[in-house]
DNA sequence: CCGCTATATAAATGGGCGCTTATAAATGTC
DNA sequence: GACATTTATAAGCGCCCATTTATATAGCGG
């Protein structure tokens, strides 16, 4: 019963702090970028084809980034054997999107409120 | 023209990096939000406002994650007087959220292509 | 069981970040 | 000029993060 009231609560921000340290390295936004690009993949594939500074990427620190990411949420993984296929969470990926918007654009505002604009039939629902 | 070609190149993540690190911090999101909700603000009243876990926020921190926010581009200040007045640049804040929807979804998706939409003579995306 | 592969974890290290306290710099007021 | 106000910076500190190297766990194939 603390922050009550509107929806900035503060454990809201320090979820998003959260993701947004987990994406706030060159490392995990290559490892984003290349999941984002193939629906699964086991990680010594994904740490072959991470090249940064026109270096590999060791696999003890691909295993630590991901690990990084799946604390975060934003990756999952899915054990076959003995190899570890992981995958971004788009789902998750995109709540984030919708909380950075947010951030700075209340969804109260978003959602049109009662008003139209008097040209536009109000389109309020529509949100997905 | 090292990187060429697409548009991942390591500058990108980089810059994507800086935003991100700038933004993930519980007190530096709050500020965000508050100079969200606001035009301009001085440092002061903004340090008044801004109570975070129950706490206010000593005006040196303040000051001090101002100059975070304005090292990476997400916050403008105007000097009047002694008043320092900041506001979000809002511009480039869009810009963050578009490199982060460009990460998972490259541009070259996004943008519908030259085909019209009339018949649908499905060919990308298909996607949801 | 033994070796091989795939992945995770531990230890050690360097560096940067967030915070507090104290102080400086700049500007307005009397 | 003395003083108050606004903001920035410096020093110090603890902590977490990124990285490397080395090793552990676990499944697989002979």
């Known amino acids: 019963m603390n922050e009550s009231i509107h929806g900035s609560g503060a454990d809201e921000f320090l979820e998003l702090k959260h993701v947004l ?20 993949m086991n990680v010594t594939d994904l740490a072959q084809m991470l090249i940064i500074n026109g270096r590999y990427v060791s696999q ?49 505002l978003r959602a049109a409120p009662v008003i139209s604009p008097a040209g536009q039939p109000d389109l309020s629902p529509a949100r997905q």
């Open 21 to 40: 340290r987990a994406l706030g390295d060159v490392v995990r936004l290559h490892i984003v970028s290349v999941l984002a690009g193939n629906t699964e």
């Open 60 to 108: 003890p620190l691909v295993s630590w980034h991901l690990a990084t990411l799946r604390r975060a949420g934003l990756v999952q993984v899915r054990r076959t054997g003995r190899q570890v296929y992981c995958s971004l969470d788009r789902e998750r990926y995109a709540l984030c999107l919708q909380m950075l918007g947010d951030l700075v654009q209340p969804a109260a």
